[in-house]
């Protein structure tokens, strides 16, 4: 799952060497990245069909401010969970993810199963990862577990 939701981040002087070794990584290894997009043109190169010397290549041409990597979810993302029904405010709450390596399960503190009305029969939970850092912000503020 962390390597199916992406984030996508404009490269900046302060993270171009971290995105370019993302982009490296590519689609099959976590962390890495799935797509790389031309932020005039919004053309879109894919990862998953390249070997990696087209990955390094890639990577190699990256320029600050002209492009934007949809990276993997990283532990420290801000995830939006939510259970269906959606029937009051606490159905939808806010978490930090932390990626665990080889696990397939969503955990979080069983403080919060009551909110969910979680009851480990099987319960399916919806996983939303904000698309933007004013959605970040927002989702953090208003719909934090802790708050």
């Given at each position: 799952?962390?390597?199916k939701?992406?984030f996508?981040?404009?490269?900046?002087?302060?993270?171009?060497?971290?995105?370019?070794?993302?982009?490296?990584?590519?689609s099959?290894?976590?962390?890495?990245?799935?797509?790389?997009?031309?932020?005039?043109?919004?053309?879109q190169?894919l990862l998953?069909?390249?070997t990696?010397?087209?990955?390094?290549?890639?990577?190699?041409?990256i320029?600050?401010?002209?492009?934007?990597?949809?990276?993997h979810?990283t532990?420290?993302?801000?995830?939006?969970?939510n259970?269906?029904?959606?029937?009051?405010?606490?159905?939808?709450?806010t978490h930090?993810?932390?990626?665990?390596?080889?696990?397939?399960?969503?955990?979080f503190?069983?403080?919060?199963?009551?909110?969910?009305?979680?009851?480990?029969?099987?319960?399916?939970?919806?996983?939303?990862?904000?698309?933007?850092?004013?959605?970040?912000?927002?989702?953090?503020?208003?719909m934090a577990t802790?708050?």
């Open positions: 799952m962390a390597r939701l992406t996508p981040e404009s490269v900046a002087a302060v993270n171009a060497e971290r995105l370019a070794r993302l982009i490296k990584n590519g099959d290894v976590h962390p890495g990245a799935n797509i790389v997009e031309d932020e005039e043109t919004g053309k190169i998953s069909n390249m990696r010397e087209e990955r390094d290549g890639v990577a190699n041409q320029q600050v401010g002209r492009k934007i990597v949809h990276r979810l532990s420290g993302d801000v995830l939006i969970v259970r269906q029904p959606t029937l009051h405010k606490p159905s939808m709450m930090i993810a932390r990626v665990l390596p080889k696990e397939q399960t969503l955990r503190h069983y403080a919060n199963c009551s909110t969910y009305n979680a009851d480990f029969d099987g319960d399916e939970m919806n996983i939303h990862l904000p698309q933007s850092y004013q959605a970040i912000a927002e989702a953090y503020e208003i802790h708050k």
